[in-house]
């Protein structure tokens, strides 16, 4: 069942590993079939080294396992409550690469200081509320994807013209089309949070740049007159 699939979000799991945002297990990725309304995730503890296509897990966004010998990734209700409340994103991934996840400790938006931001990003990038003791104790995952949901309603944010979010003292969480492109945001995030501190360090006292510049970047790689690249 969805064979094509497993394979891609295999190959979408070792994108983390190949473009250094995990450890050891500390990531996950997963995409939508929005048309049988399944989709696949990876395996809960299960090293990058090892893991195969048929090791991937085929779930219903009710949480049931449809296809699998393994137990999904233990962030597989996160990853349904954005499948659930986004109809648009067609992939998920999650990680705590290094800079990103200090800035979503330090309970800290990343501030939009420059184009290589823009080119990705309309605005800064969110970081949501910390969760509550009850939410904790409580549907832990589940809780992190309605804080995640609360903030981007709240601040009326598109998770595909803002494709990432932080969540306060946890880590990253990248939305994209489908899973190659939720990494693809992911490892953006990751370069943008380093950018971001180097340039806190070397002016402590640096200003956002300016909305028009962010209007430019953006809109020339994702506006109705896009210009950036070739046409397809």
Known sequence: MLEELKQK????NLQLVKNKLVLFTWGN?????RESGLFVIKPSGVSYDDMKAEDMVVMDLNGKVVEGDLRPSSDTPTH?????AFKNIGGVTHTHSTFATAWAQA??????YGTTHADYFYGDIPCARSLTQEEIEGE??????LAIIEKFRGDNLDPMAVPGVLIKSHGVFAFGKDG??????ATVIEEVAKMA??????????????????EKHYQRKHGKNAYYGQKK
Do not use: C, H, W
């Not at 501190?197 to 962010?214: C, G, Y």
């Open 9 to 12: 979000v295999l190959q979408a």
């Open 80 to 84: 349904i409550e954005f499948y659930k």
């Open 107 to 112: 309970g800290r938006s990343i501030p939009f």
């Open 197 to 214: 501190f180097i340039t806190e360090q070397l002016n402590p006292d640096v200003s956002r740049a300016d909305q028009f510049m962010m």
């Open 140 to 145: 832990y995952e589940k809780n992190t994807g």
């Open 29 to 33: 990725v997963s995409e939508i079939d």
């Open 180 to 185: 190659d492109n939720s990494v693809y945001n």
